[in-house]
């Protein structure tokens, strides 16, 4: 199971399927946020994810270099979630937030 350090201390894990996603969470830790992806609202994960100052949310699919542009909340989850999608190969139907 592949997962996205979104800040220092939270990782974001994707699940294809509700199953899988309920039979995962008694392994993870301390989960903050397990939604179904349609249902995950900008300002709910805003809080976890790693702002660059100056620039806005990380681009997770990029290193950080100077030729920063400005990442809004919302695309920077996306880039998160695009990285899982290049690490595990299946789309993410459901989303997991652990702090820890």
């Known amino acids: 199971m592949n997962a996205v350090t979104l800040r220092?201390?939270?990782?974001?894990?994707?699940f294809a399927g509700y199953q899988s996603m309920r039979d995962a969470i008694p392994y993870l830790q301390r989960v903050v946020l397990a939604k179904a992806l349609a249902d995950v609202a900008e300002k709910e994960v805003r809080p976890y994810l790693q702002q660059v100052p100056g620039f806005g949310y990380k681009n997770y699919l990029d290193p950080l270099s100077a030729h920063q542009q400005y990442f809004g909340a919302g695309r920077s989850f996306i880039s998160a979630l695009q990285l899982l999608y290049k690490q595990n190969g299946y789309s993410a139907r459901y989303v997991v937030i652990t702090r820890g």
Request: proline share 0%.
């Open 8 to 14: 220092h201390n939270y990782r974001l894990y994707a």
